[in-house]
């Protein structure tokens, strides 16, 4: 059985999977459902430290139905490398490049002033030049000192997170140490 934080994680996952949908017709298509699209739907998931065995497509005791159906009738990118940390990879995810060719190759943290560089074209604005909607839920984490270093500028309509990591999801609180949380307010 899945231990109160796996389930807690997983529930957290979930969230993101209702809210992330784009469609090159934008999300009022997607409501009235009026035709067929002409392009896919494209729903991307990172989730930061979850297992090979944490999905149930993988023959995990974990139970996860609702990412299971998204799976079955998608892609799923499995034999991959990422990095050890989260802003390097996320700065491939987001890039197509390797770490070497973003300049990301540590954490990005709250107190370094840098982010993805802005030369590098990401993935979301891609699709807006394919003429798709994007939407960013959860965790960005590649840079936010500079306002051209955040995800409207980076090519998302919208974003609903936070710019660093290790922020809890229900009290929105960051653990700077172990046992110490502050409130990270960020404005821009």
């Known amino acids: 059985m899945?231990?109160?934080?796996?389930?807690s994680a997983l529930k957290c996952l979930l969230i993101p999977v209702l809210c992330l949908l784009t469609h090159p017709?934008?999300?009022?298509?997607v409501a009235a459902a009026v035709a067929p699209p002409t392009q896919p739907?494209?729903?991307?998931?990172?989730?930061?430290?979850?297992?090979?065995?944490d999905v149930g497509w993988h023959g995990s005791e974990?139970?996860?139905?609702?990412?299971d159906e998204l799976a079955k009738s998608g892609v799923i990118l499995d034999h991959s490398y990422v990095q050890p940390i989260c802003s390097p990879t996320r700065s491939s995810i987001m890039s197509g490049k390797f770490v070497s060719h973003t300049g990301i190759?540590?954490?990005i943290s709250a107190t370094k002033p840098c982010g993805l560089p802005t030369n590098i074209t990401t993935i979301a604005q891609q699709l807006k030049g394919l003429g798709y909607d994007t939407h960013a839920i959860g965790k960005w984490h590649q840079g936010y000192c500079k306002e051209e270093y955040t995800p409207s500028k980076r090519g998302f309509d919208t974003f609903y997170g936070y710019y660093t990591g290790a922020e809890e999801y229900f009290?929105?609180?960051?653990?700077d140490t172990v046992g110490t949380?502050?409130?990270?307010v960020?404005?821009?």
């Open 2 to 7: 899945a231990t109160p934080v796996v389930m």
């Open 25 to 29: 017709n934008g999300i009022s298509h």
């Open 41 to 53: 739907h494209i729903l991307f998931i990172v989730a930061d430290d979850l297992g090979w065995n």
């Open 62 to 67: 974990i139970r996860t139905p609702h990412l």
């Open 105 to 107: 190759q540590s954490l």
């Open 171 to 175: 009290t929105h609180l960051r653990s």
């Open 181 to 184: 949380y502050c409130a990270c």
């Open 186 to 188: 960020c404005r821009l």
